[in-house]
């Protein structure tokens, strides 16, 4: 049985969320506290609960990840302009949610480096 997590609940549509792309392998939606104009989660639907949790196995998943968050960020127009990828990664990452996600960020120029 796959482990249940926040993101597969959401990706399950029991908890609702607003998507934006999903496919047989990942799913998009918006970050309910958006940390810019354009904050979209995009999450593998195989349960990683840290980057740091993946195996050689995963590497083209991995590789998918970030060419559907990719074309994910084209849909949402902010790909001429230029985003930022983010993965934490547990306590000191400020990783919340123990399910792989990518955070697509964009719309604004962002800071660096970060806080
Ligand atoms: P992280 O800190 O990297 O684990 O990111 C978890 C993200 O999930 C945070 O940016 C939260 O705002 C976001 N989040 C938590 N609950 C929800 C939800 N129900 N729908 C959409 N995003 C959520």
């Known amino acids: 049985m796959t482990e249940e997590t926040l993101f597969t609940k959401i990706i399950a ?8 792309y999903e496919d047989e392998e990942f799913c998009a939606f918006r970050d309910i506290n ?16 840290k980057i740091s949790d993946a195996q050689p196995e995963d590497a083209a998943l991995l590789g998918r990840l970030l060419l559907a968050a990719n074309k994910v960020a084209e849909q949402l ?39």
């Open 34 to 49: 958006p940390a810019a104009p354009c904050h979209v989660l995009i999450v593998p639907k195989k349960v990683i609960p």
């Open 13 to 20: 549509g029991s908890i609702p969320s607003d998507k934006v």
């Open 77 to 115: 127009g902010i790909a001429q302009d230029g985003y930022r990828y983010v993965i934490n990664c547990g306590e000191n990452g400020g990783q919340e949610v123990l399910h792989l996600h990518l955070h697509i960020l964009g719309g604004r120029r962002l800071s660096w480096p970060p806080g």
